[in-house]
């Protein structure tokens, strides 16, 4: 499962307390699509533009290098190699993040580098932007005929992807959120109304909303017009805007039992799940990745 914009601004959040005024020793690119800062203090910074999953974390994995490096890794060294990692910011509810850097030029002069990563499946990209806001070079080089919308080349001026035409869930208040429902007819599924109407909220979370409402995640409009769902989402809001991510492994409990930790559950009488509710965060994410099977609130399963 990529990377959506809520977990990722927990990933963001926890790296950037931990690389920010932090000197790039050495870069690699081990794969076509990852790159890997290498930071004073023995911290890796891995930035992968995959078109499966694409993502930003520290590593301590390592990853062998080709004989000869890529191009971009060697432009990459050639402007940022001896930097200082000045910030590391998301763009709001956007998978974008940009690692502002100052290193110096052939001159000996102090200038301001940006490398942005741009974790959105199938059009991931890795891109370098000069003080002056121009592509210095990327990963993948969309031209005219590739994209009509937005280009991204080598001497054009970097401008952020289109952004969809929806209401972000962070700020939108109770009123215009009520009003938005009483349009809605009473048999109008309630997770897909959240997925056509706010940004940045991937479908499991939109259906863990409305099970936290109304007990089930297949809940349409129902006699409270919309306030145990107000209700659910303003909770979740305020754990966001506090920062208040919880690591969190879901596990399943035949494992347990292969491994003889657990005794085998009853079909009947219990779930072959154990879950606790919560945010992800980067501390988690590889977890979510190896979990394997997750279960929805309504007992749907759904593959990592």
């Known amino acids: 499962m990529p990377l959506d914009a809520i977990c990722l601004s927990a990933v963001v959040r926890e790296t950037a307390a931990q690389v920010e005024n932090t000197r790039i020793e050495k870069i690699q690119q081990p794969a076509r699509d990852q790159v890997v800062l290498l930071l004073r203090g023995g911290r890796r910074l891995l930035l992968c533009a995959g ?19 890529p191009m971009f890794c060697m432009l990459l060294r050639k402007h940022l190699a001896g930097g200082r ?29 940006r490398l942005i990563l741009e974790a959105m499946p199938r059009h991931a990209n890795l891109i370098l932007v000069d003080h002056q806001g121009r592509i210095t070079d990327c990963l993948r080089r969309v ?15 970097y401008h952020l ?35 056509d109407t706010f940004t940045a909220l991937p479908p499991l979370m939109a259906r863990e909303l409305v099970c936290a ?57 219990a779930r072959p799940w154990s879950r606790k509710p919560s945010i992800p965060s980067a501390g988690c994410w590889m977890n979510f990745m190896r979990a394997g099977t997750r279960r929805t609130g309504s007992g749907r399963r759904a593959r990592t």
């Open 51 to 69: 078109a499966t999953q694409p993502r930003l974390h520290l590593t301590e994995q390592l990853r062998d290098n080709p004989s000869q490096p």
């Open 85 to 113: 990692i000045l910030s590391v910011v998301q763009e709001p509810l956007e998978r974008v993040v940009t690692l502002t850097i100052q290193a110096a030029d052939e001159l000996g002069e102090q200038r301001q580098w």
């Open 143 to 157: 031209d005219f005929e590739m994209s009509q919308q937005r280009q991204v080349l080598p001497g054009l001026f």
């Open 161 to 195: 992807p289109p952004r969809q035409e929806k209401r972000s869930p962070l700020e939108i208040t109770r009123e215009e959120f009520l009003e938005l429902l009483s349009a809605l007819p009473e048999d109008t599924p309630l997770d897909g109304w959240l997925l």
């Open 213 to 269: 409402a109304y007990g089930e995640t297949d809940a349409r409009l129902s006699r409270d017009k919309g306030e145990k769902l107000w209700d659910s989402l303003g909770t979740w809001r305020d754990r966001i805007v506090g920062g208040g991510f919880v690591p969190t492994l879901l596990r399943r409990a035949m494992a347990d039992y292969r491994r003889g930790e657990a005794e085998l559950p009853s079909p009947n009488t």
